[in-house]
């Protein structure tokens, strides 16, 4: 069978056309390095099938990047039978800069010019023949998005012939040395690709190096002899030549456009506007998903307009007298019809015996939609994520935020997912696929639940509310506090991370920024029902399973009873989990909700495991078994659970101290199910997943424990700032001996729009 590579730099469209080519659904992204890893398919419109293989993104092929060994190390070992090298017409300059390396080497070549759409819309002028004569192979102009001149283009990759490589470097002051090492390598018979090693070599790839040692020594004494630095001196020469002899081939009518871009790009980029339209596009984003009180109508409309002799109608679109989001509607909406549908299915078990109900009812039921109503909430911030992608905002943010992210080891494009973190952890984890290096993607992933999701937020308001009701301190800004305390822990743990097992530079950020884009529709759908499906998937099998674990232990006792409800009281004291929590007790002393708490104080205990399910519960059980407590049912609908926790408190006798110890454990510790499986999932392999937990475990134990000293004793707080400060100092230095120089520039930036520098890599 033939094969065929599409090779190109980030964001030409290779993934596009591989999905038109062979019918699949992968990623598309305005987004460079969207492909990190070869995808393979296949194109069966000729009559045999030819298999496409998608390489990674890259803007050159030495291996600076691991994008750029997987695509070169497949090109020079698996021999494809035609690489179609996929040019984004629209940035012809940059792109053809990788093509003129392709042509060094031996393989069969076909350019296809994508973006045409594009180039016809802005009345352009792009001689195309003109461009195939001085490239010297077939050149076939395409638009992968409107599925145009694909079959043309896979006739010409069928036909593809072998070729001399050639080279743009023939006119120059290097040539003698090129022929002189091509000439010696071709003593080796084995070897294909001869030209294409020569010139890499004089360019001092670290691959080739190692491959020819020999030939190497030519090079040096030609540096020596003639003080040229030839790295420098090749690409340079390359863009001269692309400039003089390919970009004559384009006229461009008007250069409005690209002006335009980038004037958004001086505003969108911009040192004090370029944070300040982020701010607000994100506070948008978080109004439109999350607010109850939608545009600030609160106090606009009237609770009688919207009852109907006292039923209150268009329950869930208005709330409280106000207008909800548009993402709290949907979500209210589809809890609903869960609730309406599950009540049915509930209600044939009403008359079996009591375990069943409760099992169907509390158990699997309950479960399955505390699971469900995840999902409305993971499509909308998912929409507007893939949104801010495709146009090509995204790549301005990761740029803005790189130096300051820089600083704590990460890449800005860090910041977005850390940023989706505060609505809900699972579409924050999986939106780290942006970053490129594993080790960023795993420090990231970790410190995500760190970031205080939407459904912790009513522990911090119950127990910062009962705080305040009892201690009489500002109930807002314990709140607050709390969310700033995350963060910090975050960048605490990300420091050492970094420093210690996570260790590896982060991207250097040569990334271009793309021109901004219309989303397209069918792209986002793709991606919105993978994301889905795949949660989906996860809904019912492991969290589902775990939910209905913890529902056996908390309803029965060790000797296999169940435990029935006395006037709607669950008795659980008595239960398996109480009993799990007798037992762990002891190790929460010091954080300040264990031994000291006396016989009632596993209630805390037992809170946080029922956590594991979802935040939610947290604040739900502390009712169930504040009630146990007292012996009185109590609605935590009603106060937000303050009268819970202050029911607690006083049969535990647990301190300010202990209960802000007990926020920040349920902050920063083992998150819900569901991001537990979504974090697995993006996992790279079994060991990784289990140090996550493990992670987790662990910082939530010291922060907790570090809040529960500082806040018992306050002069405990310059032992642990300098313990952090000597841990981190330690890192640093440890980190600083062996640390080798790298060359790039912070915050590189390449864009040809801008500049006439064209290095984009150095
Ligand atoms: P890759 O990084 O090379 O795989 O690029 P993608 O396939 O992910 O595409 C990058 C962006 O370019 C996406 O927003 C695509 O919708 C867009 N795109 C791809 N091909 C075309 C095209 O022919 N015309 C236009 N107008 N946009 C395109
Ligand atoms: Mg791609």
Redesign the pocket.
Known sequence: MIKVALA???????????NALTGATA????W?G??VDKREGLYKKLGEDIKIV?LP?IYSLSPYTPEEVISRNFIVEEKPDCVIN?VDATNLERNLYLTTQLLEMDVPIVVAL?????IEKNGDKLDIEKLQNALGVPVVA?????KQGSQELMLEALNAKKREPKTVLEGTKLKPLIDKITDELKQNEELDNVLYHSIKLIEEDEIEIKDHKLQVTMVEEFKKETKIDTEAMIADERYKYIEANYSVCLKKANEGKVRKSVKADRVLTHKVFGFLIFFAILFAIFHLTFSENFLFLGGLIDDDWVSFEGVPILEGILGEGAINSPGVIVTNLFNNCVEWLFGIIGGWFENSPTWLNSFVNDGLLAGLAAVLSFLPLIMILFLFMSILE?TGYMARVAFIFDKIFKKFGLSGRALMPMIMGFGCSVPAMANTRTLQNQNERTTTIRVIPFFSCGAKLPILTAIAGAIALRWGANADLITFSMYLLGITVAIIAIIIMRGTTMKGESQPFIMEL?DY?K??FK?TMHLLWHKLSHFIKKAFTIILASQILVWFLLNFTFDWQFIPAHEGVLDVDSSILAGFGHLLQPIFTPLGFGNQLGKNGWVFIVAAVSGLIAKENVISTFGTLAACLVGAAIDVEADGGVEAVTAMMTSTGITAAGLIAFIVFNMTTIPCFAAVATAKGESPDKRTYHFTLLFWIVASVLAATTIYLIGSWWWTTFIIIAVIALAIIIIKIINGKNKDDNNYKDGDLFDVSKNNSHHCCD
């Open positions: 190109g730099n980030p964001n030409c469209g290779k993934t596009t056309l591989f990623h598309v992204g305005n460079p969207v492909t998608d993104g996929i994508n973006m045409m759409d594009v395409i638009s992968a998005l409107k495709d793309p884009h989303p397209s792209s």
